[in-house]
């Protein structure tokens, strides 16, 4: 019976221990950035939010190149597989010479997307 | 015809088709099914040329086999109603006296026929992982 | 260790309340350590459940009867290896694996995806995390696997001799792996909507879980209509019961997916109908696993009784009205980027794919839940059997076969019509001369089979066609020699080539359907020794019968007590064509009112089916031997009445001489069908062909053809 007590405990308190792993994290982070920035409540708390702020951004940023490139290598794909289609005479050439024009111009369209956020990435403030 | 119009039509034709095919469906679907009934109620509504799906306990002492016809007869879960049957088909592994089955019968005279390879006899414990069934195939 | 277990239960219920509250706290707040902790809530929930799946497994293993669902499904006698899986065939026991499995495959997608679509994520985990919960309230408050009862029974029930074979014990927990990977794009879904971010990033995470959904559900499905055709004694490997319907319906929304998801990745299109399919597919998966437990609908498992039937209809009705109100709320996001090209497109194409297997699952749909339906709307439950299913399905499964090999044949976006017309002529060549070859042969009598037949060979000559065209293509490209151009094209175009493939496999697997179905030779047979009887072209006869005795402790076997057969020799035109030795097994029984040498074989008799498993044909038998005759009965009750159960195995052996030196005419179920191994070969050639088409390229193939194509849309619009 003991042994299931104990047991339990342990498994209990590595849950615990696991679970709040970030929690606890972001505390010692958070208190850091207390003792870095000026020693008044206020500054540091303006310098966290920031700081919050910025990461949020930078996530969006993440999170919008990700999507670019899927969809640049979807874009490509879709290339290489009207090629294919071509070749295996699926297609006559006029259709495909249109087609993949068609592509390469929107693939165009995405490369300069990807381009212009990596320019406007490192100038944000 | 401009691009939006062509693609409203399909969508109108595309819909109707699936409206009429499944209003097909949903109609069939009435008059082809068995309605699933207990040997009391069996006794009361059954007609002579339908179909009907019985469920209930095979009688103790009343199973017999004669060359490729099983005779037996089935009664309500809560003991009650017995009604004569005679089967011919597959006979699954489970089937004995006591145990629940499924079959289904139609009317002939006094007693009932079961149709060829419908009879299904319930797994005698409560809950099992079997996703087969011992139903028959026609 | 019951405690241990319950009390597993108990914290794993508790993590997962945090969990849901974590991850919904972090994604509204926007703190990403409470999104983060609610994920590891996953993790351990995963690690919680694995605690008490150990508990439960260990508890089979060591026989510790105090534990119900060990003395319900297990005993001495049973096996080890049916001991240890055993643990899921019971109600409580299964909702564990369903549980633990979920955690498990929750949280390899949760960590896959840790780093990106943290929002998406937050809202996936807490969905994921209700579903769990869900399960371990259940099995908290109705079907608790730790039920104990003290004092703990000296011998266990068994396990039903009916499970005792190792597909049978796969067969679950592939199933169920099927159903918790459905769950997964459903909560991925989910969270895409409530997050209001439906990206192209999505589209990625989604596919390949839909994608293992997609493969553990078929395996699945397969693996129970192989336990179904080569171990029960019906001789048959699908009959449209309901719990075969209910797992194979996700599988049809999960396939439309899967071709679906590929237009929403080109065009930007469908995303309604894409989403709508994930949640569909979630859905489906989880009223599946209800129907198996619920007993709202009659099946081998479950004549009326609801047990877990109210707290499931509530989390169905959820899903459902959750689902429709996001989608229906969220559709401004959902909007088509593009527009169909053409009629004349592959995408055309996929979107008939689509509407076709659509409409399959509603046939199908409609057919098992019609008792309920039809009670509802007339106060009287009916159900519709094979034959109407078969009425529906089969032109639609005409159709399918026929669009996948008419798609390989269009080209994406817009295809040339003459190009099109051109490339027809082979395949429907080939399917001609099919047709002509069957008629000639004078195959007939059934027009859907032929017609079945038919639609395959224009499947083969279309995929042949694009294989040798393309390897064609690849050595004037690359001037490889036809091997590696032909390893090579289908490296470089895996999704393509795999997806072809898979197509075939589909064609074959329906020409074993077709033939097994439509030209099967089955018959009831009354034999004793010597006898024989002609089948069709075959002559059967009863050779000599067999009787086997196992210890009842054999742990080789499935521990049956005593074993009765016969040996049937099939011939042809008086060749020998095999020789079959079905023999049915029976049991002990825990009923000491049958006496004790009648418990030993009064429990389940299973039927030992004897196949003879051919290229063309497969010969198949069972035997029902007769043990109410007279002769053997009499052994039986003197048994009972002289001998004391520890002597009671004596008997048997009586018994079995009895039976060998007169044996009863016993009843045969013999079946001779048509092409039944090019199922399992097809569903083989189907797994094949799925694990190429997601194999992921090597990312250097990646990056070199990124590059080059790059470089190509630069000269190319240099040129423009």
Redesign the interface.
Known sequence: MSL?VV??TL??G??VL??????R??RREAERGDADAAPSGGASEVSSQEA?RD??QA?EE??SR??LE?????K???????E??Y??????RT?YEA???EL??E??EI?NRIEAAEEAGPESP | MN?ARK?TV?LVV?LST?VV??SA??Y???S?????LTPTELVHQAQPGRSY?V?GTVVQGSVH?S??QLYFSVEDRAGGTTIPLSY???????FREGR?V?V?VQKQGAGYVGER??L?T????????????????? | ?A??GY??LL?ALG?CL??IG?SLYGVRS?????S??GR??V??LA??LT?AFAVLEVAFLRNDFAFNTVA??SSRTTPTFYRAAAV????EG?LLLWAWLLSLWSSLALFLTRR???EIASYATAILLGFGGFFIALMIFYANPFATTRPAPTEG?GL?P??RFPT?MI??PM?YSGYTLCTIPLAFGMGALLAR?V???W??VIRRFAFAAWLALGAGILL??R??YSE?????Y????A??N??LMPWLTATAFLHSLMIQ??RGMLKVWNISLVLATGTLAIMGTFL??SGIL??????GGA?LGVPFVVLIATLIAGSIYLVVSRRDMLRSEH??DS?LSRESMFIANN?VLV?LC??IF??TY??LI?EAL?G?????????FD??TVPLALLLVLLSGIGP????????L???R??FIVPTGVALATLLALLASGVAGSPAAIAMFCCAAFVFGSVGQ?FF??TR?RR??AGESLPVALLSLVR??RR?YGGYVVHIGIAVLFIGVAAS?SFQHAS?L?LSPGQSTRVGAYTVRYVRPTATLTPRYDEAHTGSTLGLGAVLDVSKGGRHVTTLNPSEGFYASQDASQGSVGSLIGG????HVSIDAGVTRDVWSAI?PDIEAPALQRIIKAGNATLSPEEALYALGYLARAYLKSPPPA?F?FIVSPLVMWIWIGGLIVFGGGLIAIWPAPSTV?RR??AR??A???R??AR?
């Open positions: 299931l047991a339990l498994l209990l590595l849950v696991v679970l709040s792993a970030p929690l994290a972001a919050h990461t949020l996530r993440l999170r990700g999507e899927a969809e640049r290598e979807a490509y794909r879709e290339i290489r597989d009207a294919l289609d070749r295996t005479g699926k297609l006559s259709d087609i993949d024009a390469r111009r693939a165009l490369l | 691009p693609r399909r595309a699936a095919l499944a469906l949903i069939t679907s009435f082809a099914a068995s309605p699933a799906q469920t086999r060359g490729e011919t088909g597959t006979v699954p592994d489970p629940e499924i289904t390879n419908s299904i319930k797994c005698p414990s409560k809950y099992k992982t079997a996703p087969s069934s011992e139903q028959q195939n026609y | 260790m405690g241990l009390a597993c914290l993590v945090y969990g974590a926007g703190r990403a350590e409470f983060a902790s590891r809530a993790y351990a690690g919680i605690v319900d499904t899921w065939s019971s109600q299964s990106r679509m943290r029930a039903d009916l499970l049978m067969h679950p199933l971010r990206e192209a990033d589209i990625k129970g209509a336990w179904s029960l004694g019906w001789g048959g699908w009959g449209w019961d719990v075969e209910a797992s990745e080109k198996v437990r009659n099946s081998i498992h479950a004549f047990t527009r169909l009629l509407l409409g509603f046939v409609w057919g019609f008792p039809s007339t009287q439950e009916a159900s519709v059997g094979p034959p109407w009425r529906y044949v269009i080209a994406w976006r817009r295809a040339t003459a190009s099109a051109r490339n694009e065209r393309g293509a004037a490209m470089r175009n393509r179905s009831e009354s389940q008799p299973v039927s029902a009843q179920h990646r053809v990124g194509a790059r190509r849309s630069v190319g619009l423009a």
